[in-house]
Nanobody
């Protein structure tokens, strides 16, 4: 069982930055961030291994960064978002315990066993 709680969402203007946090009861080998905009299907934002290797969606590559907390006492996953665009507006979800073997598969399948409740990110132009 993994409990995930996201925080850090909010409203910013285009070009701004936000840092999302995901507090986890435990970390899993592969964790990820997904998002869902109104009227759209959920899409993968990025997936990261506990080794630190990360895989990003093309739409966010170079702007978003996934990282784990450097404090081993904290089981936390972060999503640093820079140069935000209106199309980044969505509810962002943290996910853990993936069934896929690769990050690419995980991004597409989204087959994670545990999900947080989501945090809203709104970017205005």
């Amino acid at each position: 069982q993994v409990e995930l709680v996201e925080s850090g969402g909010g409203s910013v203007q285009a070009g701004g930055s936000l840092r999302l946090s995901c507090a986890a009861s435990r970390l899993s080998f592969m964790m990820g961030w997904f998002r869902q905009a109104p009227g759209k299907e959920r899409e993968g934002v990025g997936v990261v291994y506990t080794s630190g290797d990360a895989y990003y969606a093309k739409s966010v590559e170079g702007r978003f960064t996934l990282s784990f907390s450097k404090d081993n006492a904290k089981n936390a996953l972060y999503l640093e978002m820079n140069n935000l665009k209106p199309e980044d507006t969505a509810i962002y979800y943290c996910a853990a315990d993936c069934s896929s073997f690769t990050a690419a598969e995980a991004m597409v399948a989204g087959d994670f066993g545990y999900w947080g409740q989501g945090t809203q990110v709104t970017v205005s132009s």
